[in-house]
Structure formats: structure tokens, C-alpha cells
Nanobody, 116 residues
Framework: VQLQASGGGLVQSGGSLRLSCAASGSIARFNSMAWYRQAPGQQRELAAHITSGGTTTYADSVKERFTISRDSAKNTVYLQMNSLKPDDTAVYYC???????????WGQGTLVTVSS
């Protein structure tokens, strides 16, 4: 499985970006997909998560600003990020998870930089 993340870049505070994570093959295989982020000097943390049934969860810090969605026809998961803040600056990683059989895949990461 390969996960190709894209859409990062430099944006001013208050701006928007949409990240994409394209999977090599059907995303229906996965129990869930998610976006994690890792800021400089910080641990990787979950930003948003979506199950195969479409249930979404968000970190408190991004609620009401970020939206995760999936397009099964395109085998792609998106992260729409609005009202961006400098604290959102991080490398964003796509993740795909399946319990049985177990696998846990990571994309290569895409850098989001929010200037004040």
C-alpha cells in the first residue's frame, strides 16, 4: 500500500488549505484513515480520523476548523483546513489502518506552514 499526501504549502493565518491522500488501491480495505501532524520538536498527534462507516473524530485543537472526508471512487482522503493558525504549522501525515489482518501504513508527509 502506498499513500501519497499532497496539498501542503505556505499560507497566512486565517487562510485555508486542502490536503489530499491518494491510496494505491481501494480505501475500502481500511477500517479507518486519519491525518496526523507533527510540529517541530513535538510528538506526532492525531488531527482527524474517519472510519470506513464515515464516523469522524477530531482533536480539540482543530474542531470546527478542519474537516476530514473520503472519496471511495478516487481512493482518496481529504483534510479541509480553514481558519488556519500558526500553531497548525506541522508536517501532516496520512495514515491507513486495518485490524484484521493488521496493517498500519503512513504516507510521506506534507508540510503546512502558517505565517502570522
Amino acid at each position: 500500500v502506498q499513500l501519497q499526501a499532497s496539498g501542503g504549502g505556505l499560507v497566512q493565518s486565517g487562510g485555508s488549505l486542502r490536503l489530499s491522500c491518494a491510496a494505491s488501491g481501494s480505501i475500502a480495505r481500511f477500517n479507518s484513515m486519519a491525518w496526523y501532524r507533527q510540529a517541530p520538536g513535538q510528538q506526532r498527534e492525531l488531527a482527524a480520523h474517519i472510519t470506513s462507516g464515515g464516523t469522524t473524530t477530531y482533536a480539540d485543537s482543530v474542531k470546527e476548523r478542519f474537516t476530514i472526508s473520503r472519496d471511495s471512487a478516487k481512493n482518496t482522503v481529504y483534510l479541509q483546513m480553514n481558519s488556519l493558525k500558526p500553531d497548525d504549522t506541522a508536517v501532516y501525515y496520512c495514515n491507513a489502518f486495518r485490524l484484521q489482518p493488521y496493517f498500519n501504513y503512513w504516507g510521506q508527509g506534507t508540510l503546512v506552514t502558517v505565517s502570522s
